[in-house]
């Protein structure tokens, strides 16, 4: 228990030392084998957000449009691939790394899945979303190093905290 309290202690003092963006987009589905719905709250409705962060060093180099199109690029493949269980009410968080070279390409085996949500639909449709994103634009040309490492997160029917109560 203690580990675990000092873990997620260190990583929300790594999050609050990043650069991030986070966006919470909730999601309507309707079972496919469902017949067409009249009314809106007899749908039933799942929610899902993901954060990303550059991990530093960031060399002093603003990445915030650079990180907020590849967000934009994975969570379009991420909403397109979700797992049907999301839609039964499943919950799950994960994380996944990687690296962005400065072409913009991803080694595949530098994509890790860091934290499991115990949901094996959930944790591939995770992965799924990162390799088909990319590749990515070029890095920016002001940044000498050879990659960047960049951290995902994905929640599925789990509440964003940071935006609870605010």
Not at 21 to 35: C, G, I, R, V
Not at 76 to 87: K, T
């Amino acid at each position: 228990m203690f580990l675990q309290t000092v873990t997620r202690l260190f990583i929300l003092a790594l999050l609050t030392s990043t650069q991030s963006l986070e966006f919470e987009t909730p999601m309507a589905f309707q079972s496919k084998d469902a017949p067409p719905q009249s009314s809106a709250s007899s749908q039933k409705t799942a929610k899902a957000w993901c954060a990303i962060e550059i991990l530093p060093p960031t060399e002093g180099v603003d990445f915030s449009s650079y990180v907020r199109e590849v967000f934009l690029s994975t969570k379009e493949r991420w909403f397109a691939d979700m797992p049907p269980s999301i839609e039964r009410g499943q919950k799950g968080i994960n994380t996944v790394e990687f690296r962005i070279l400065q072409d913009g390409s991803v080694p595949k085996d530098s994509i890790k899945l860091v934290r499991s949500s115990e949901k094996s639909d959930f944790d591939a449709a995770s992965m799924h979303a990162v390799r088909e994103a990319s590749p990515f634009k070029h890095l920016p040309e002001n940044y000498s190093k050879p990659f960047i490492e960049v951290r995902l997160i994905f929640a599925y029917n789990v509440p964003n905290t940071k935006s609870v109560g605010h």
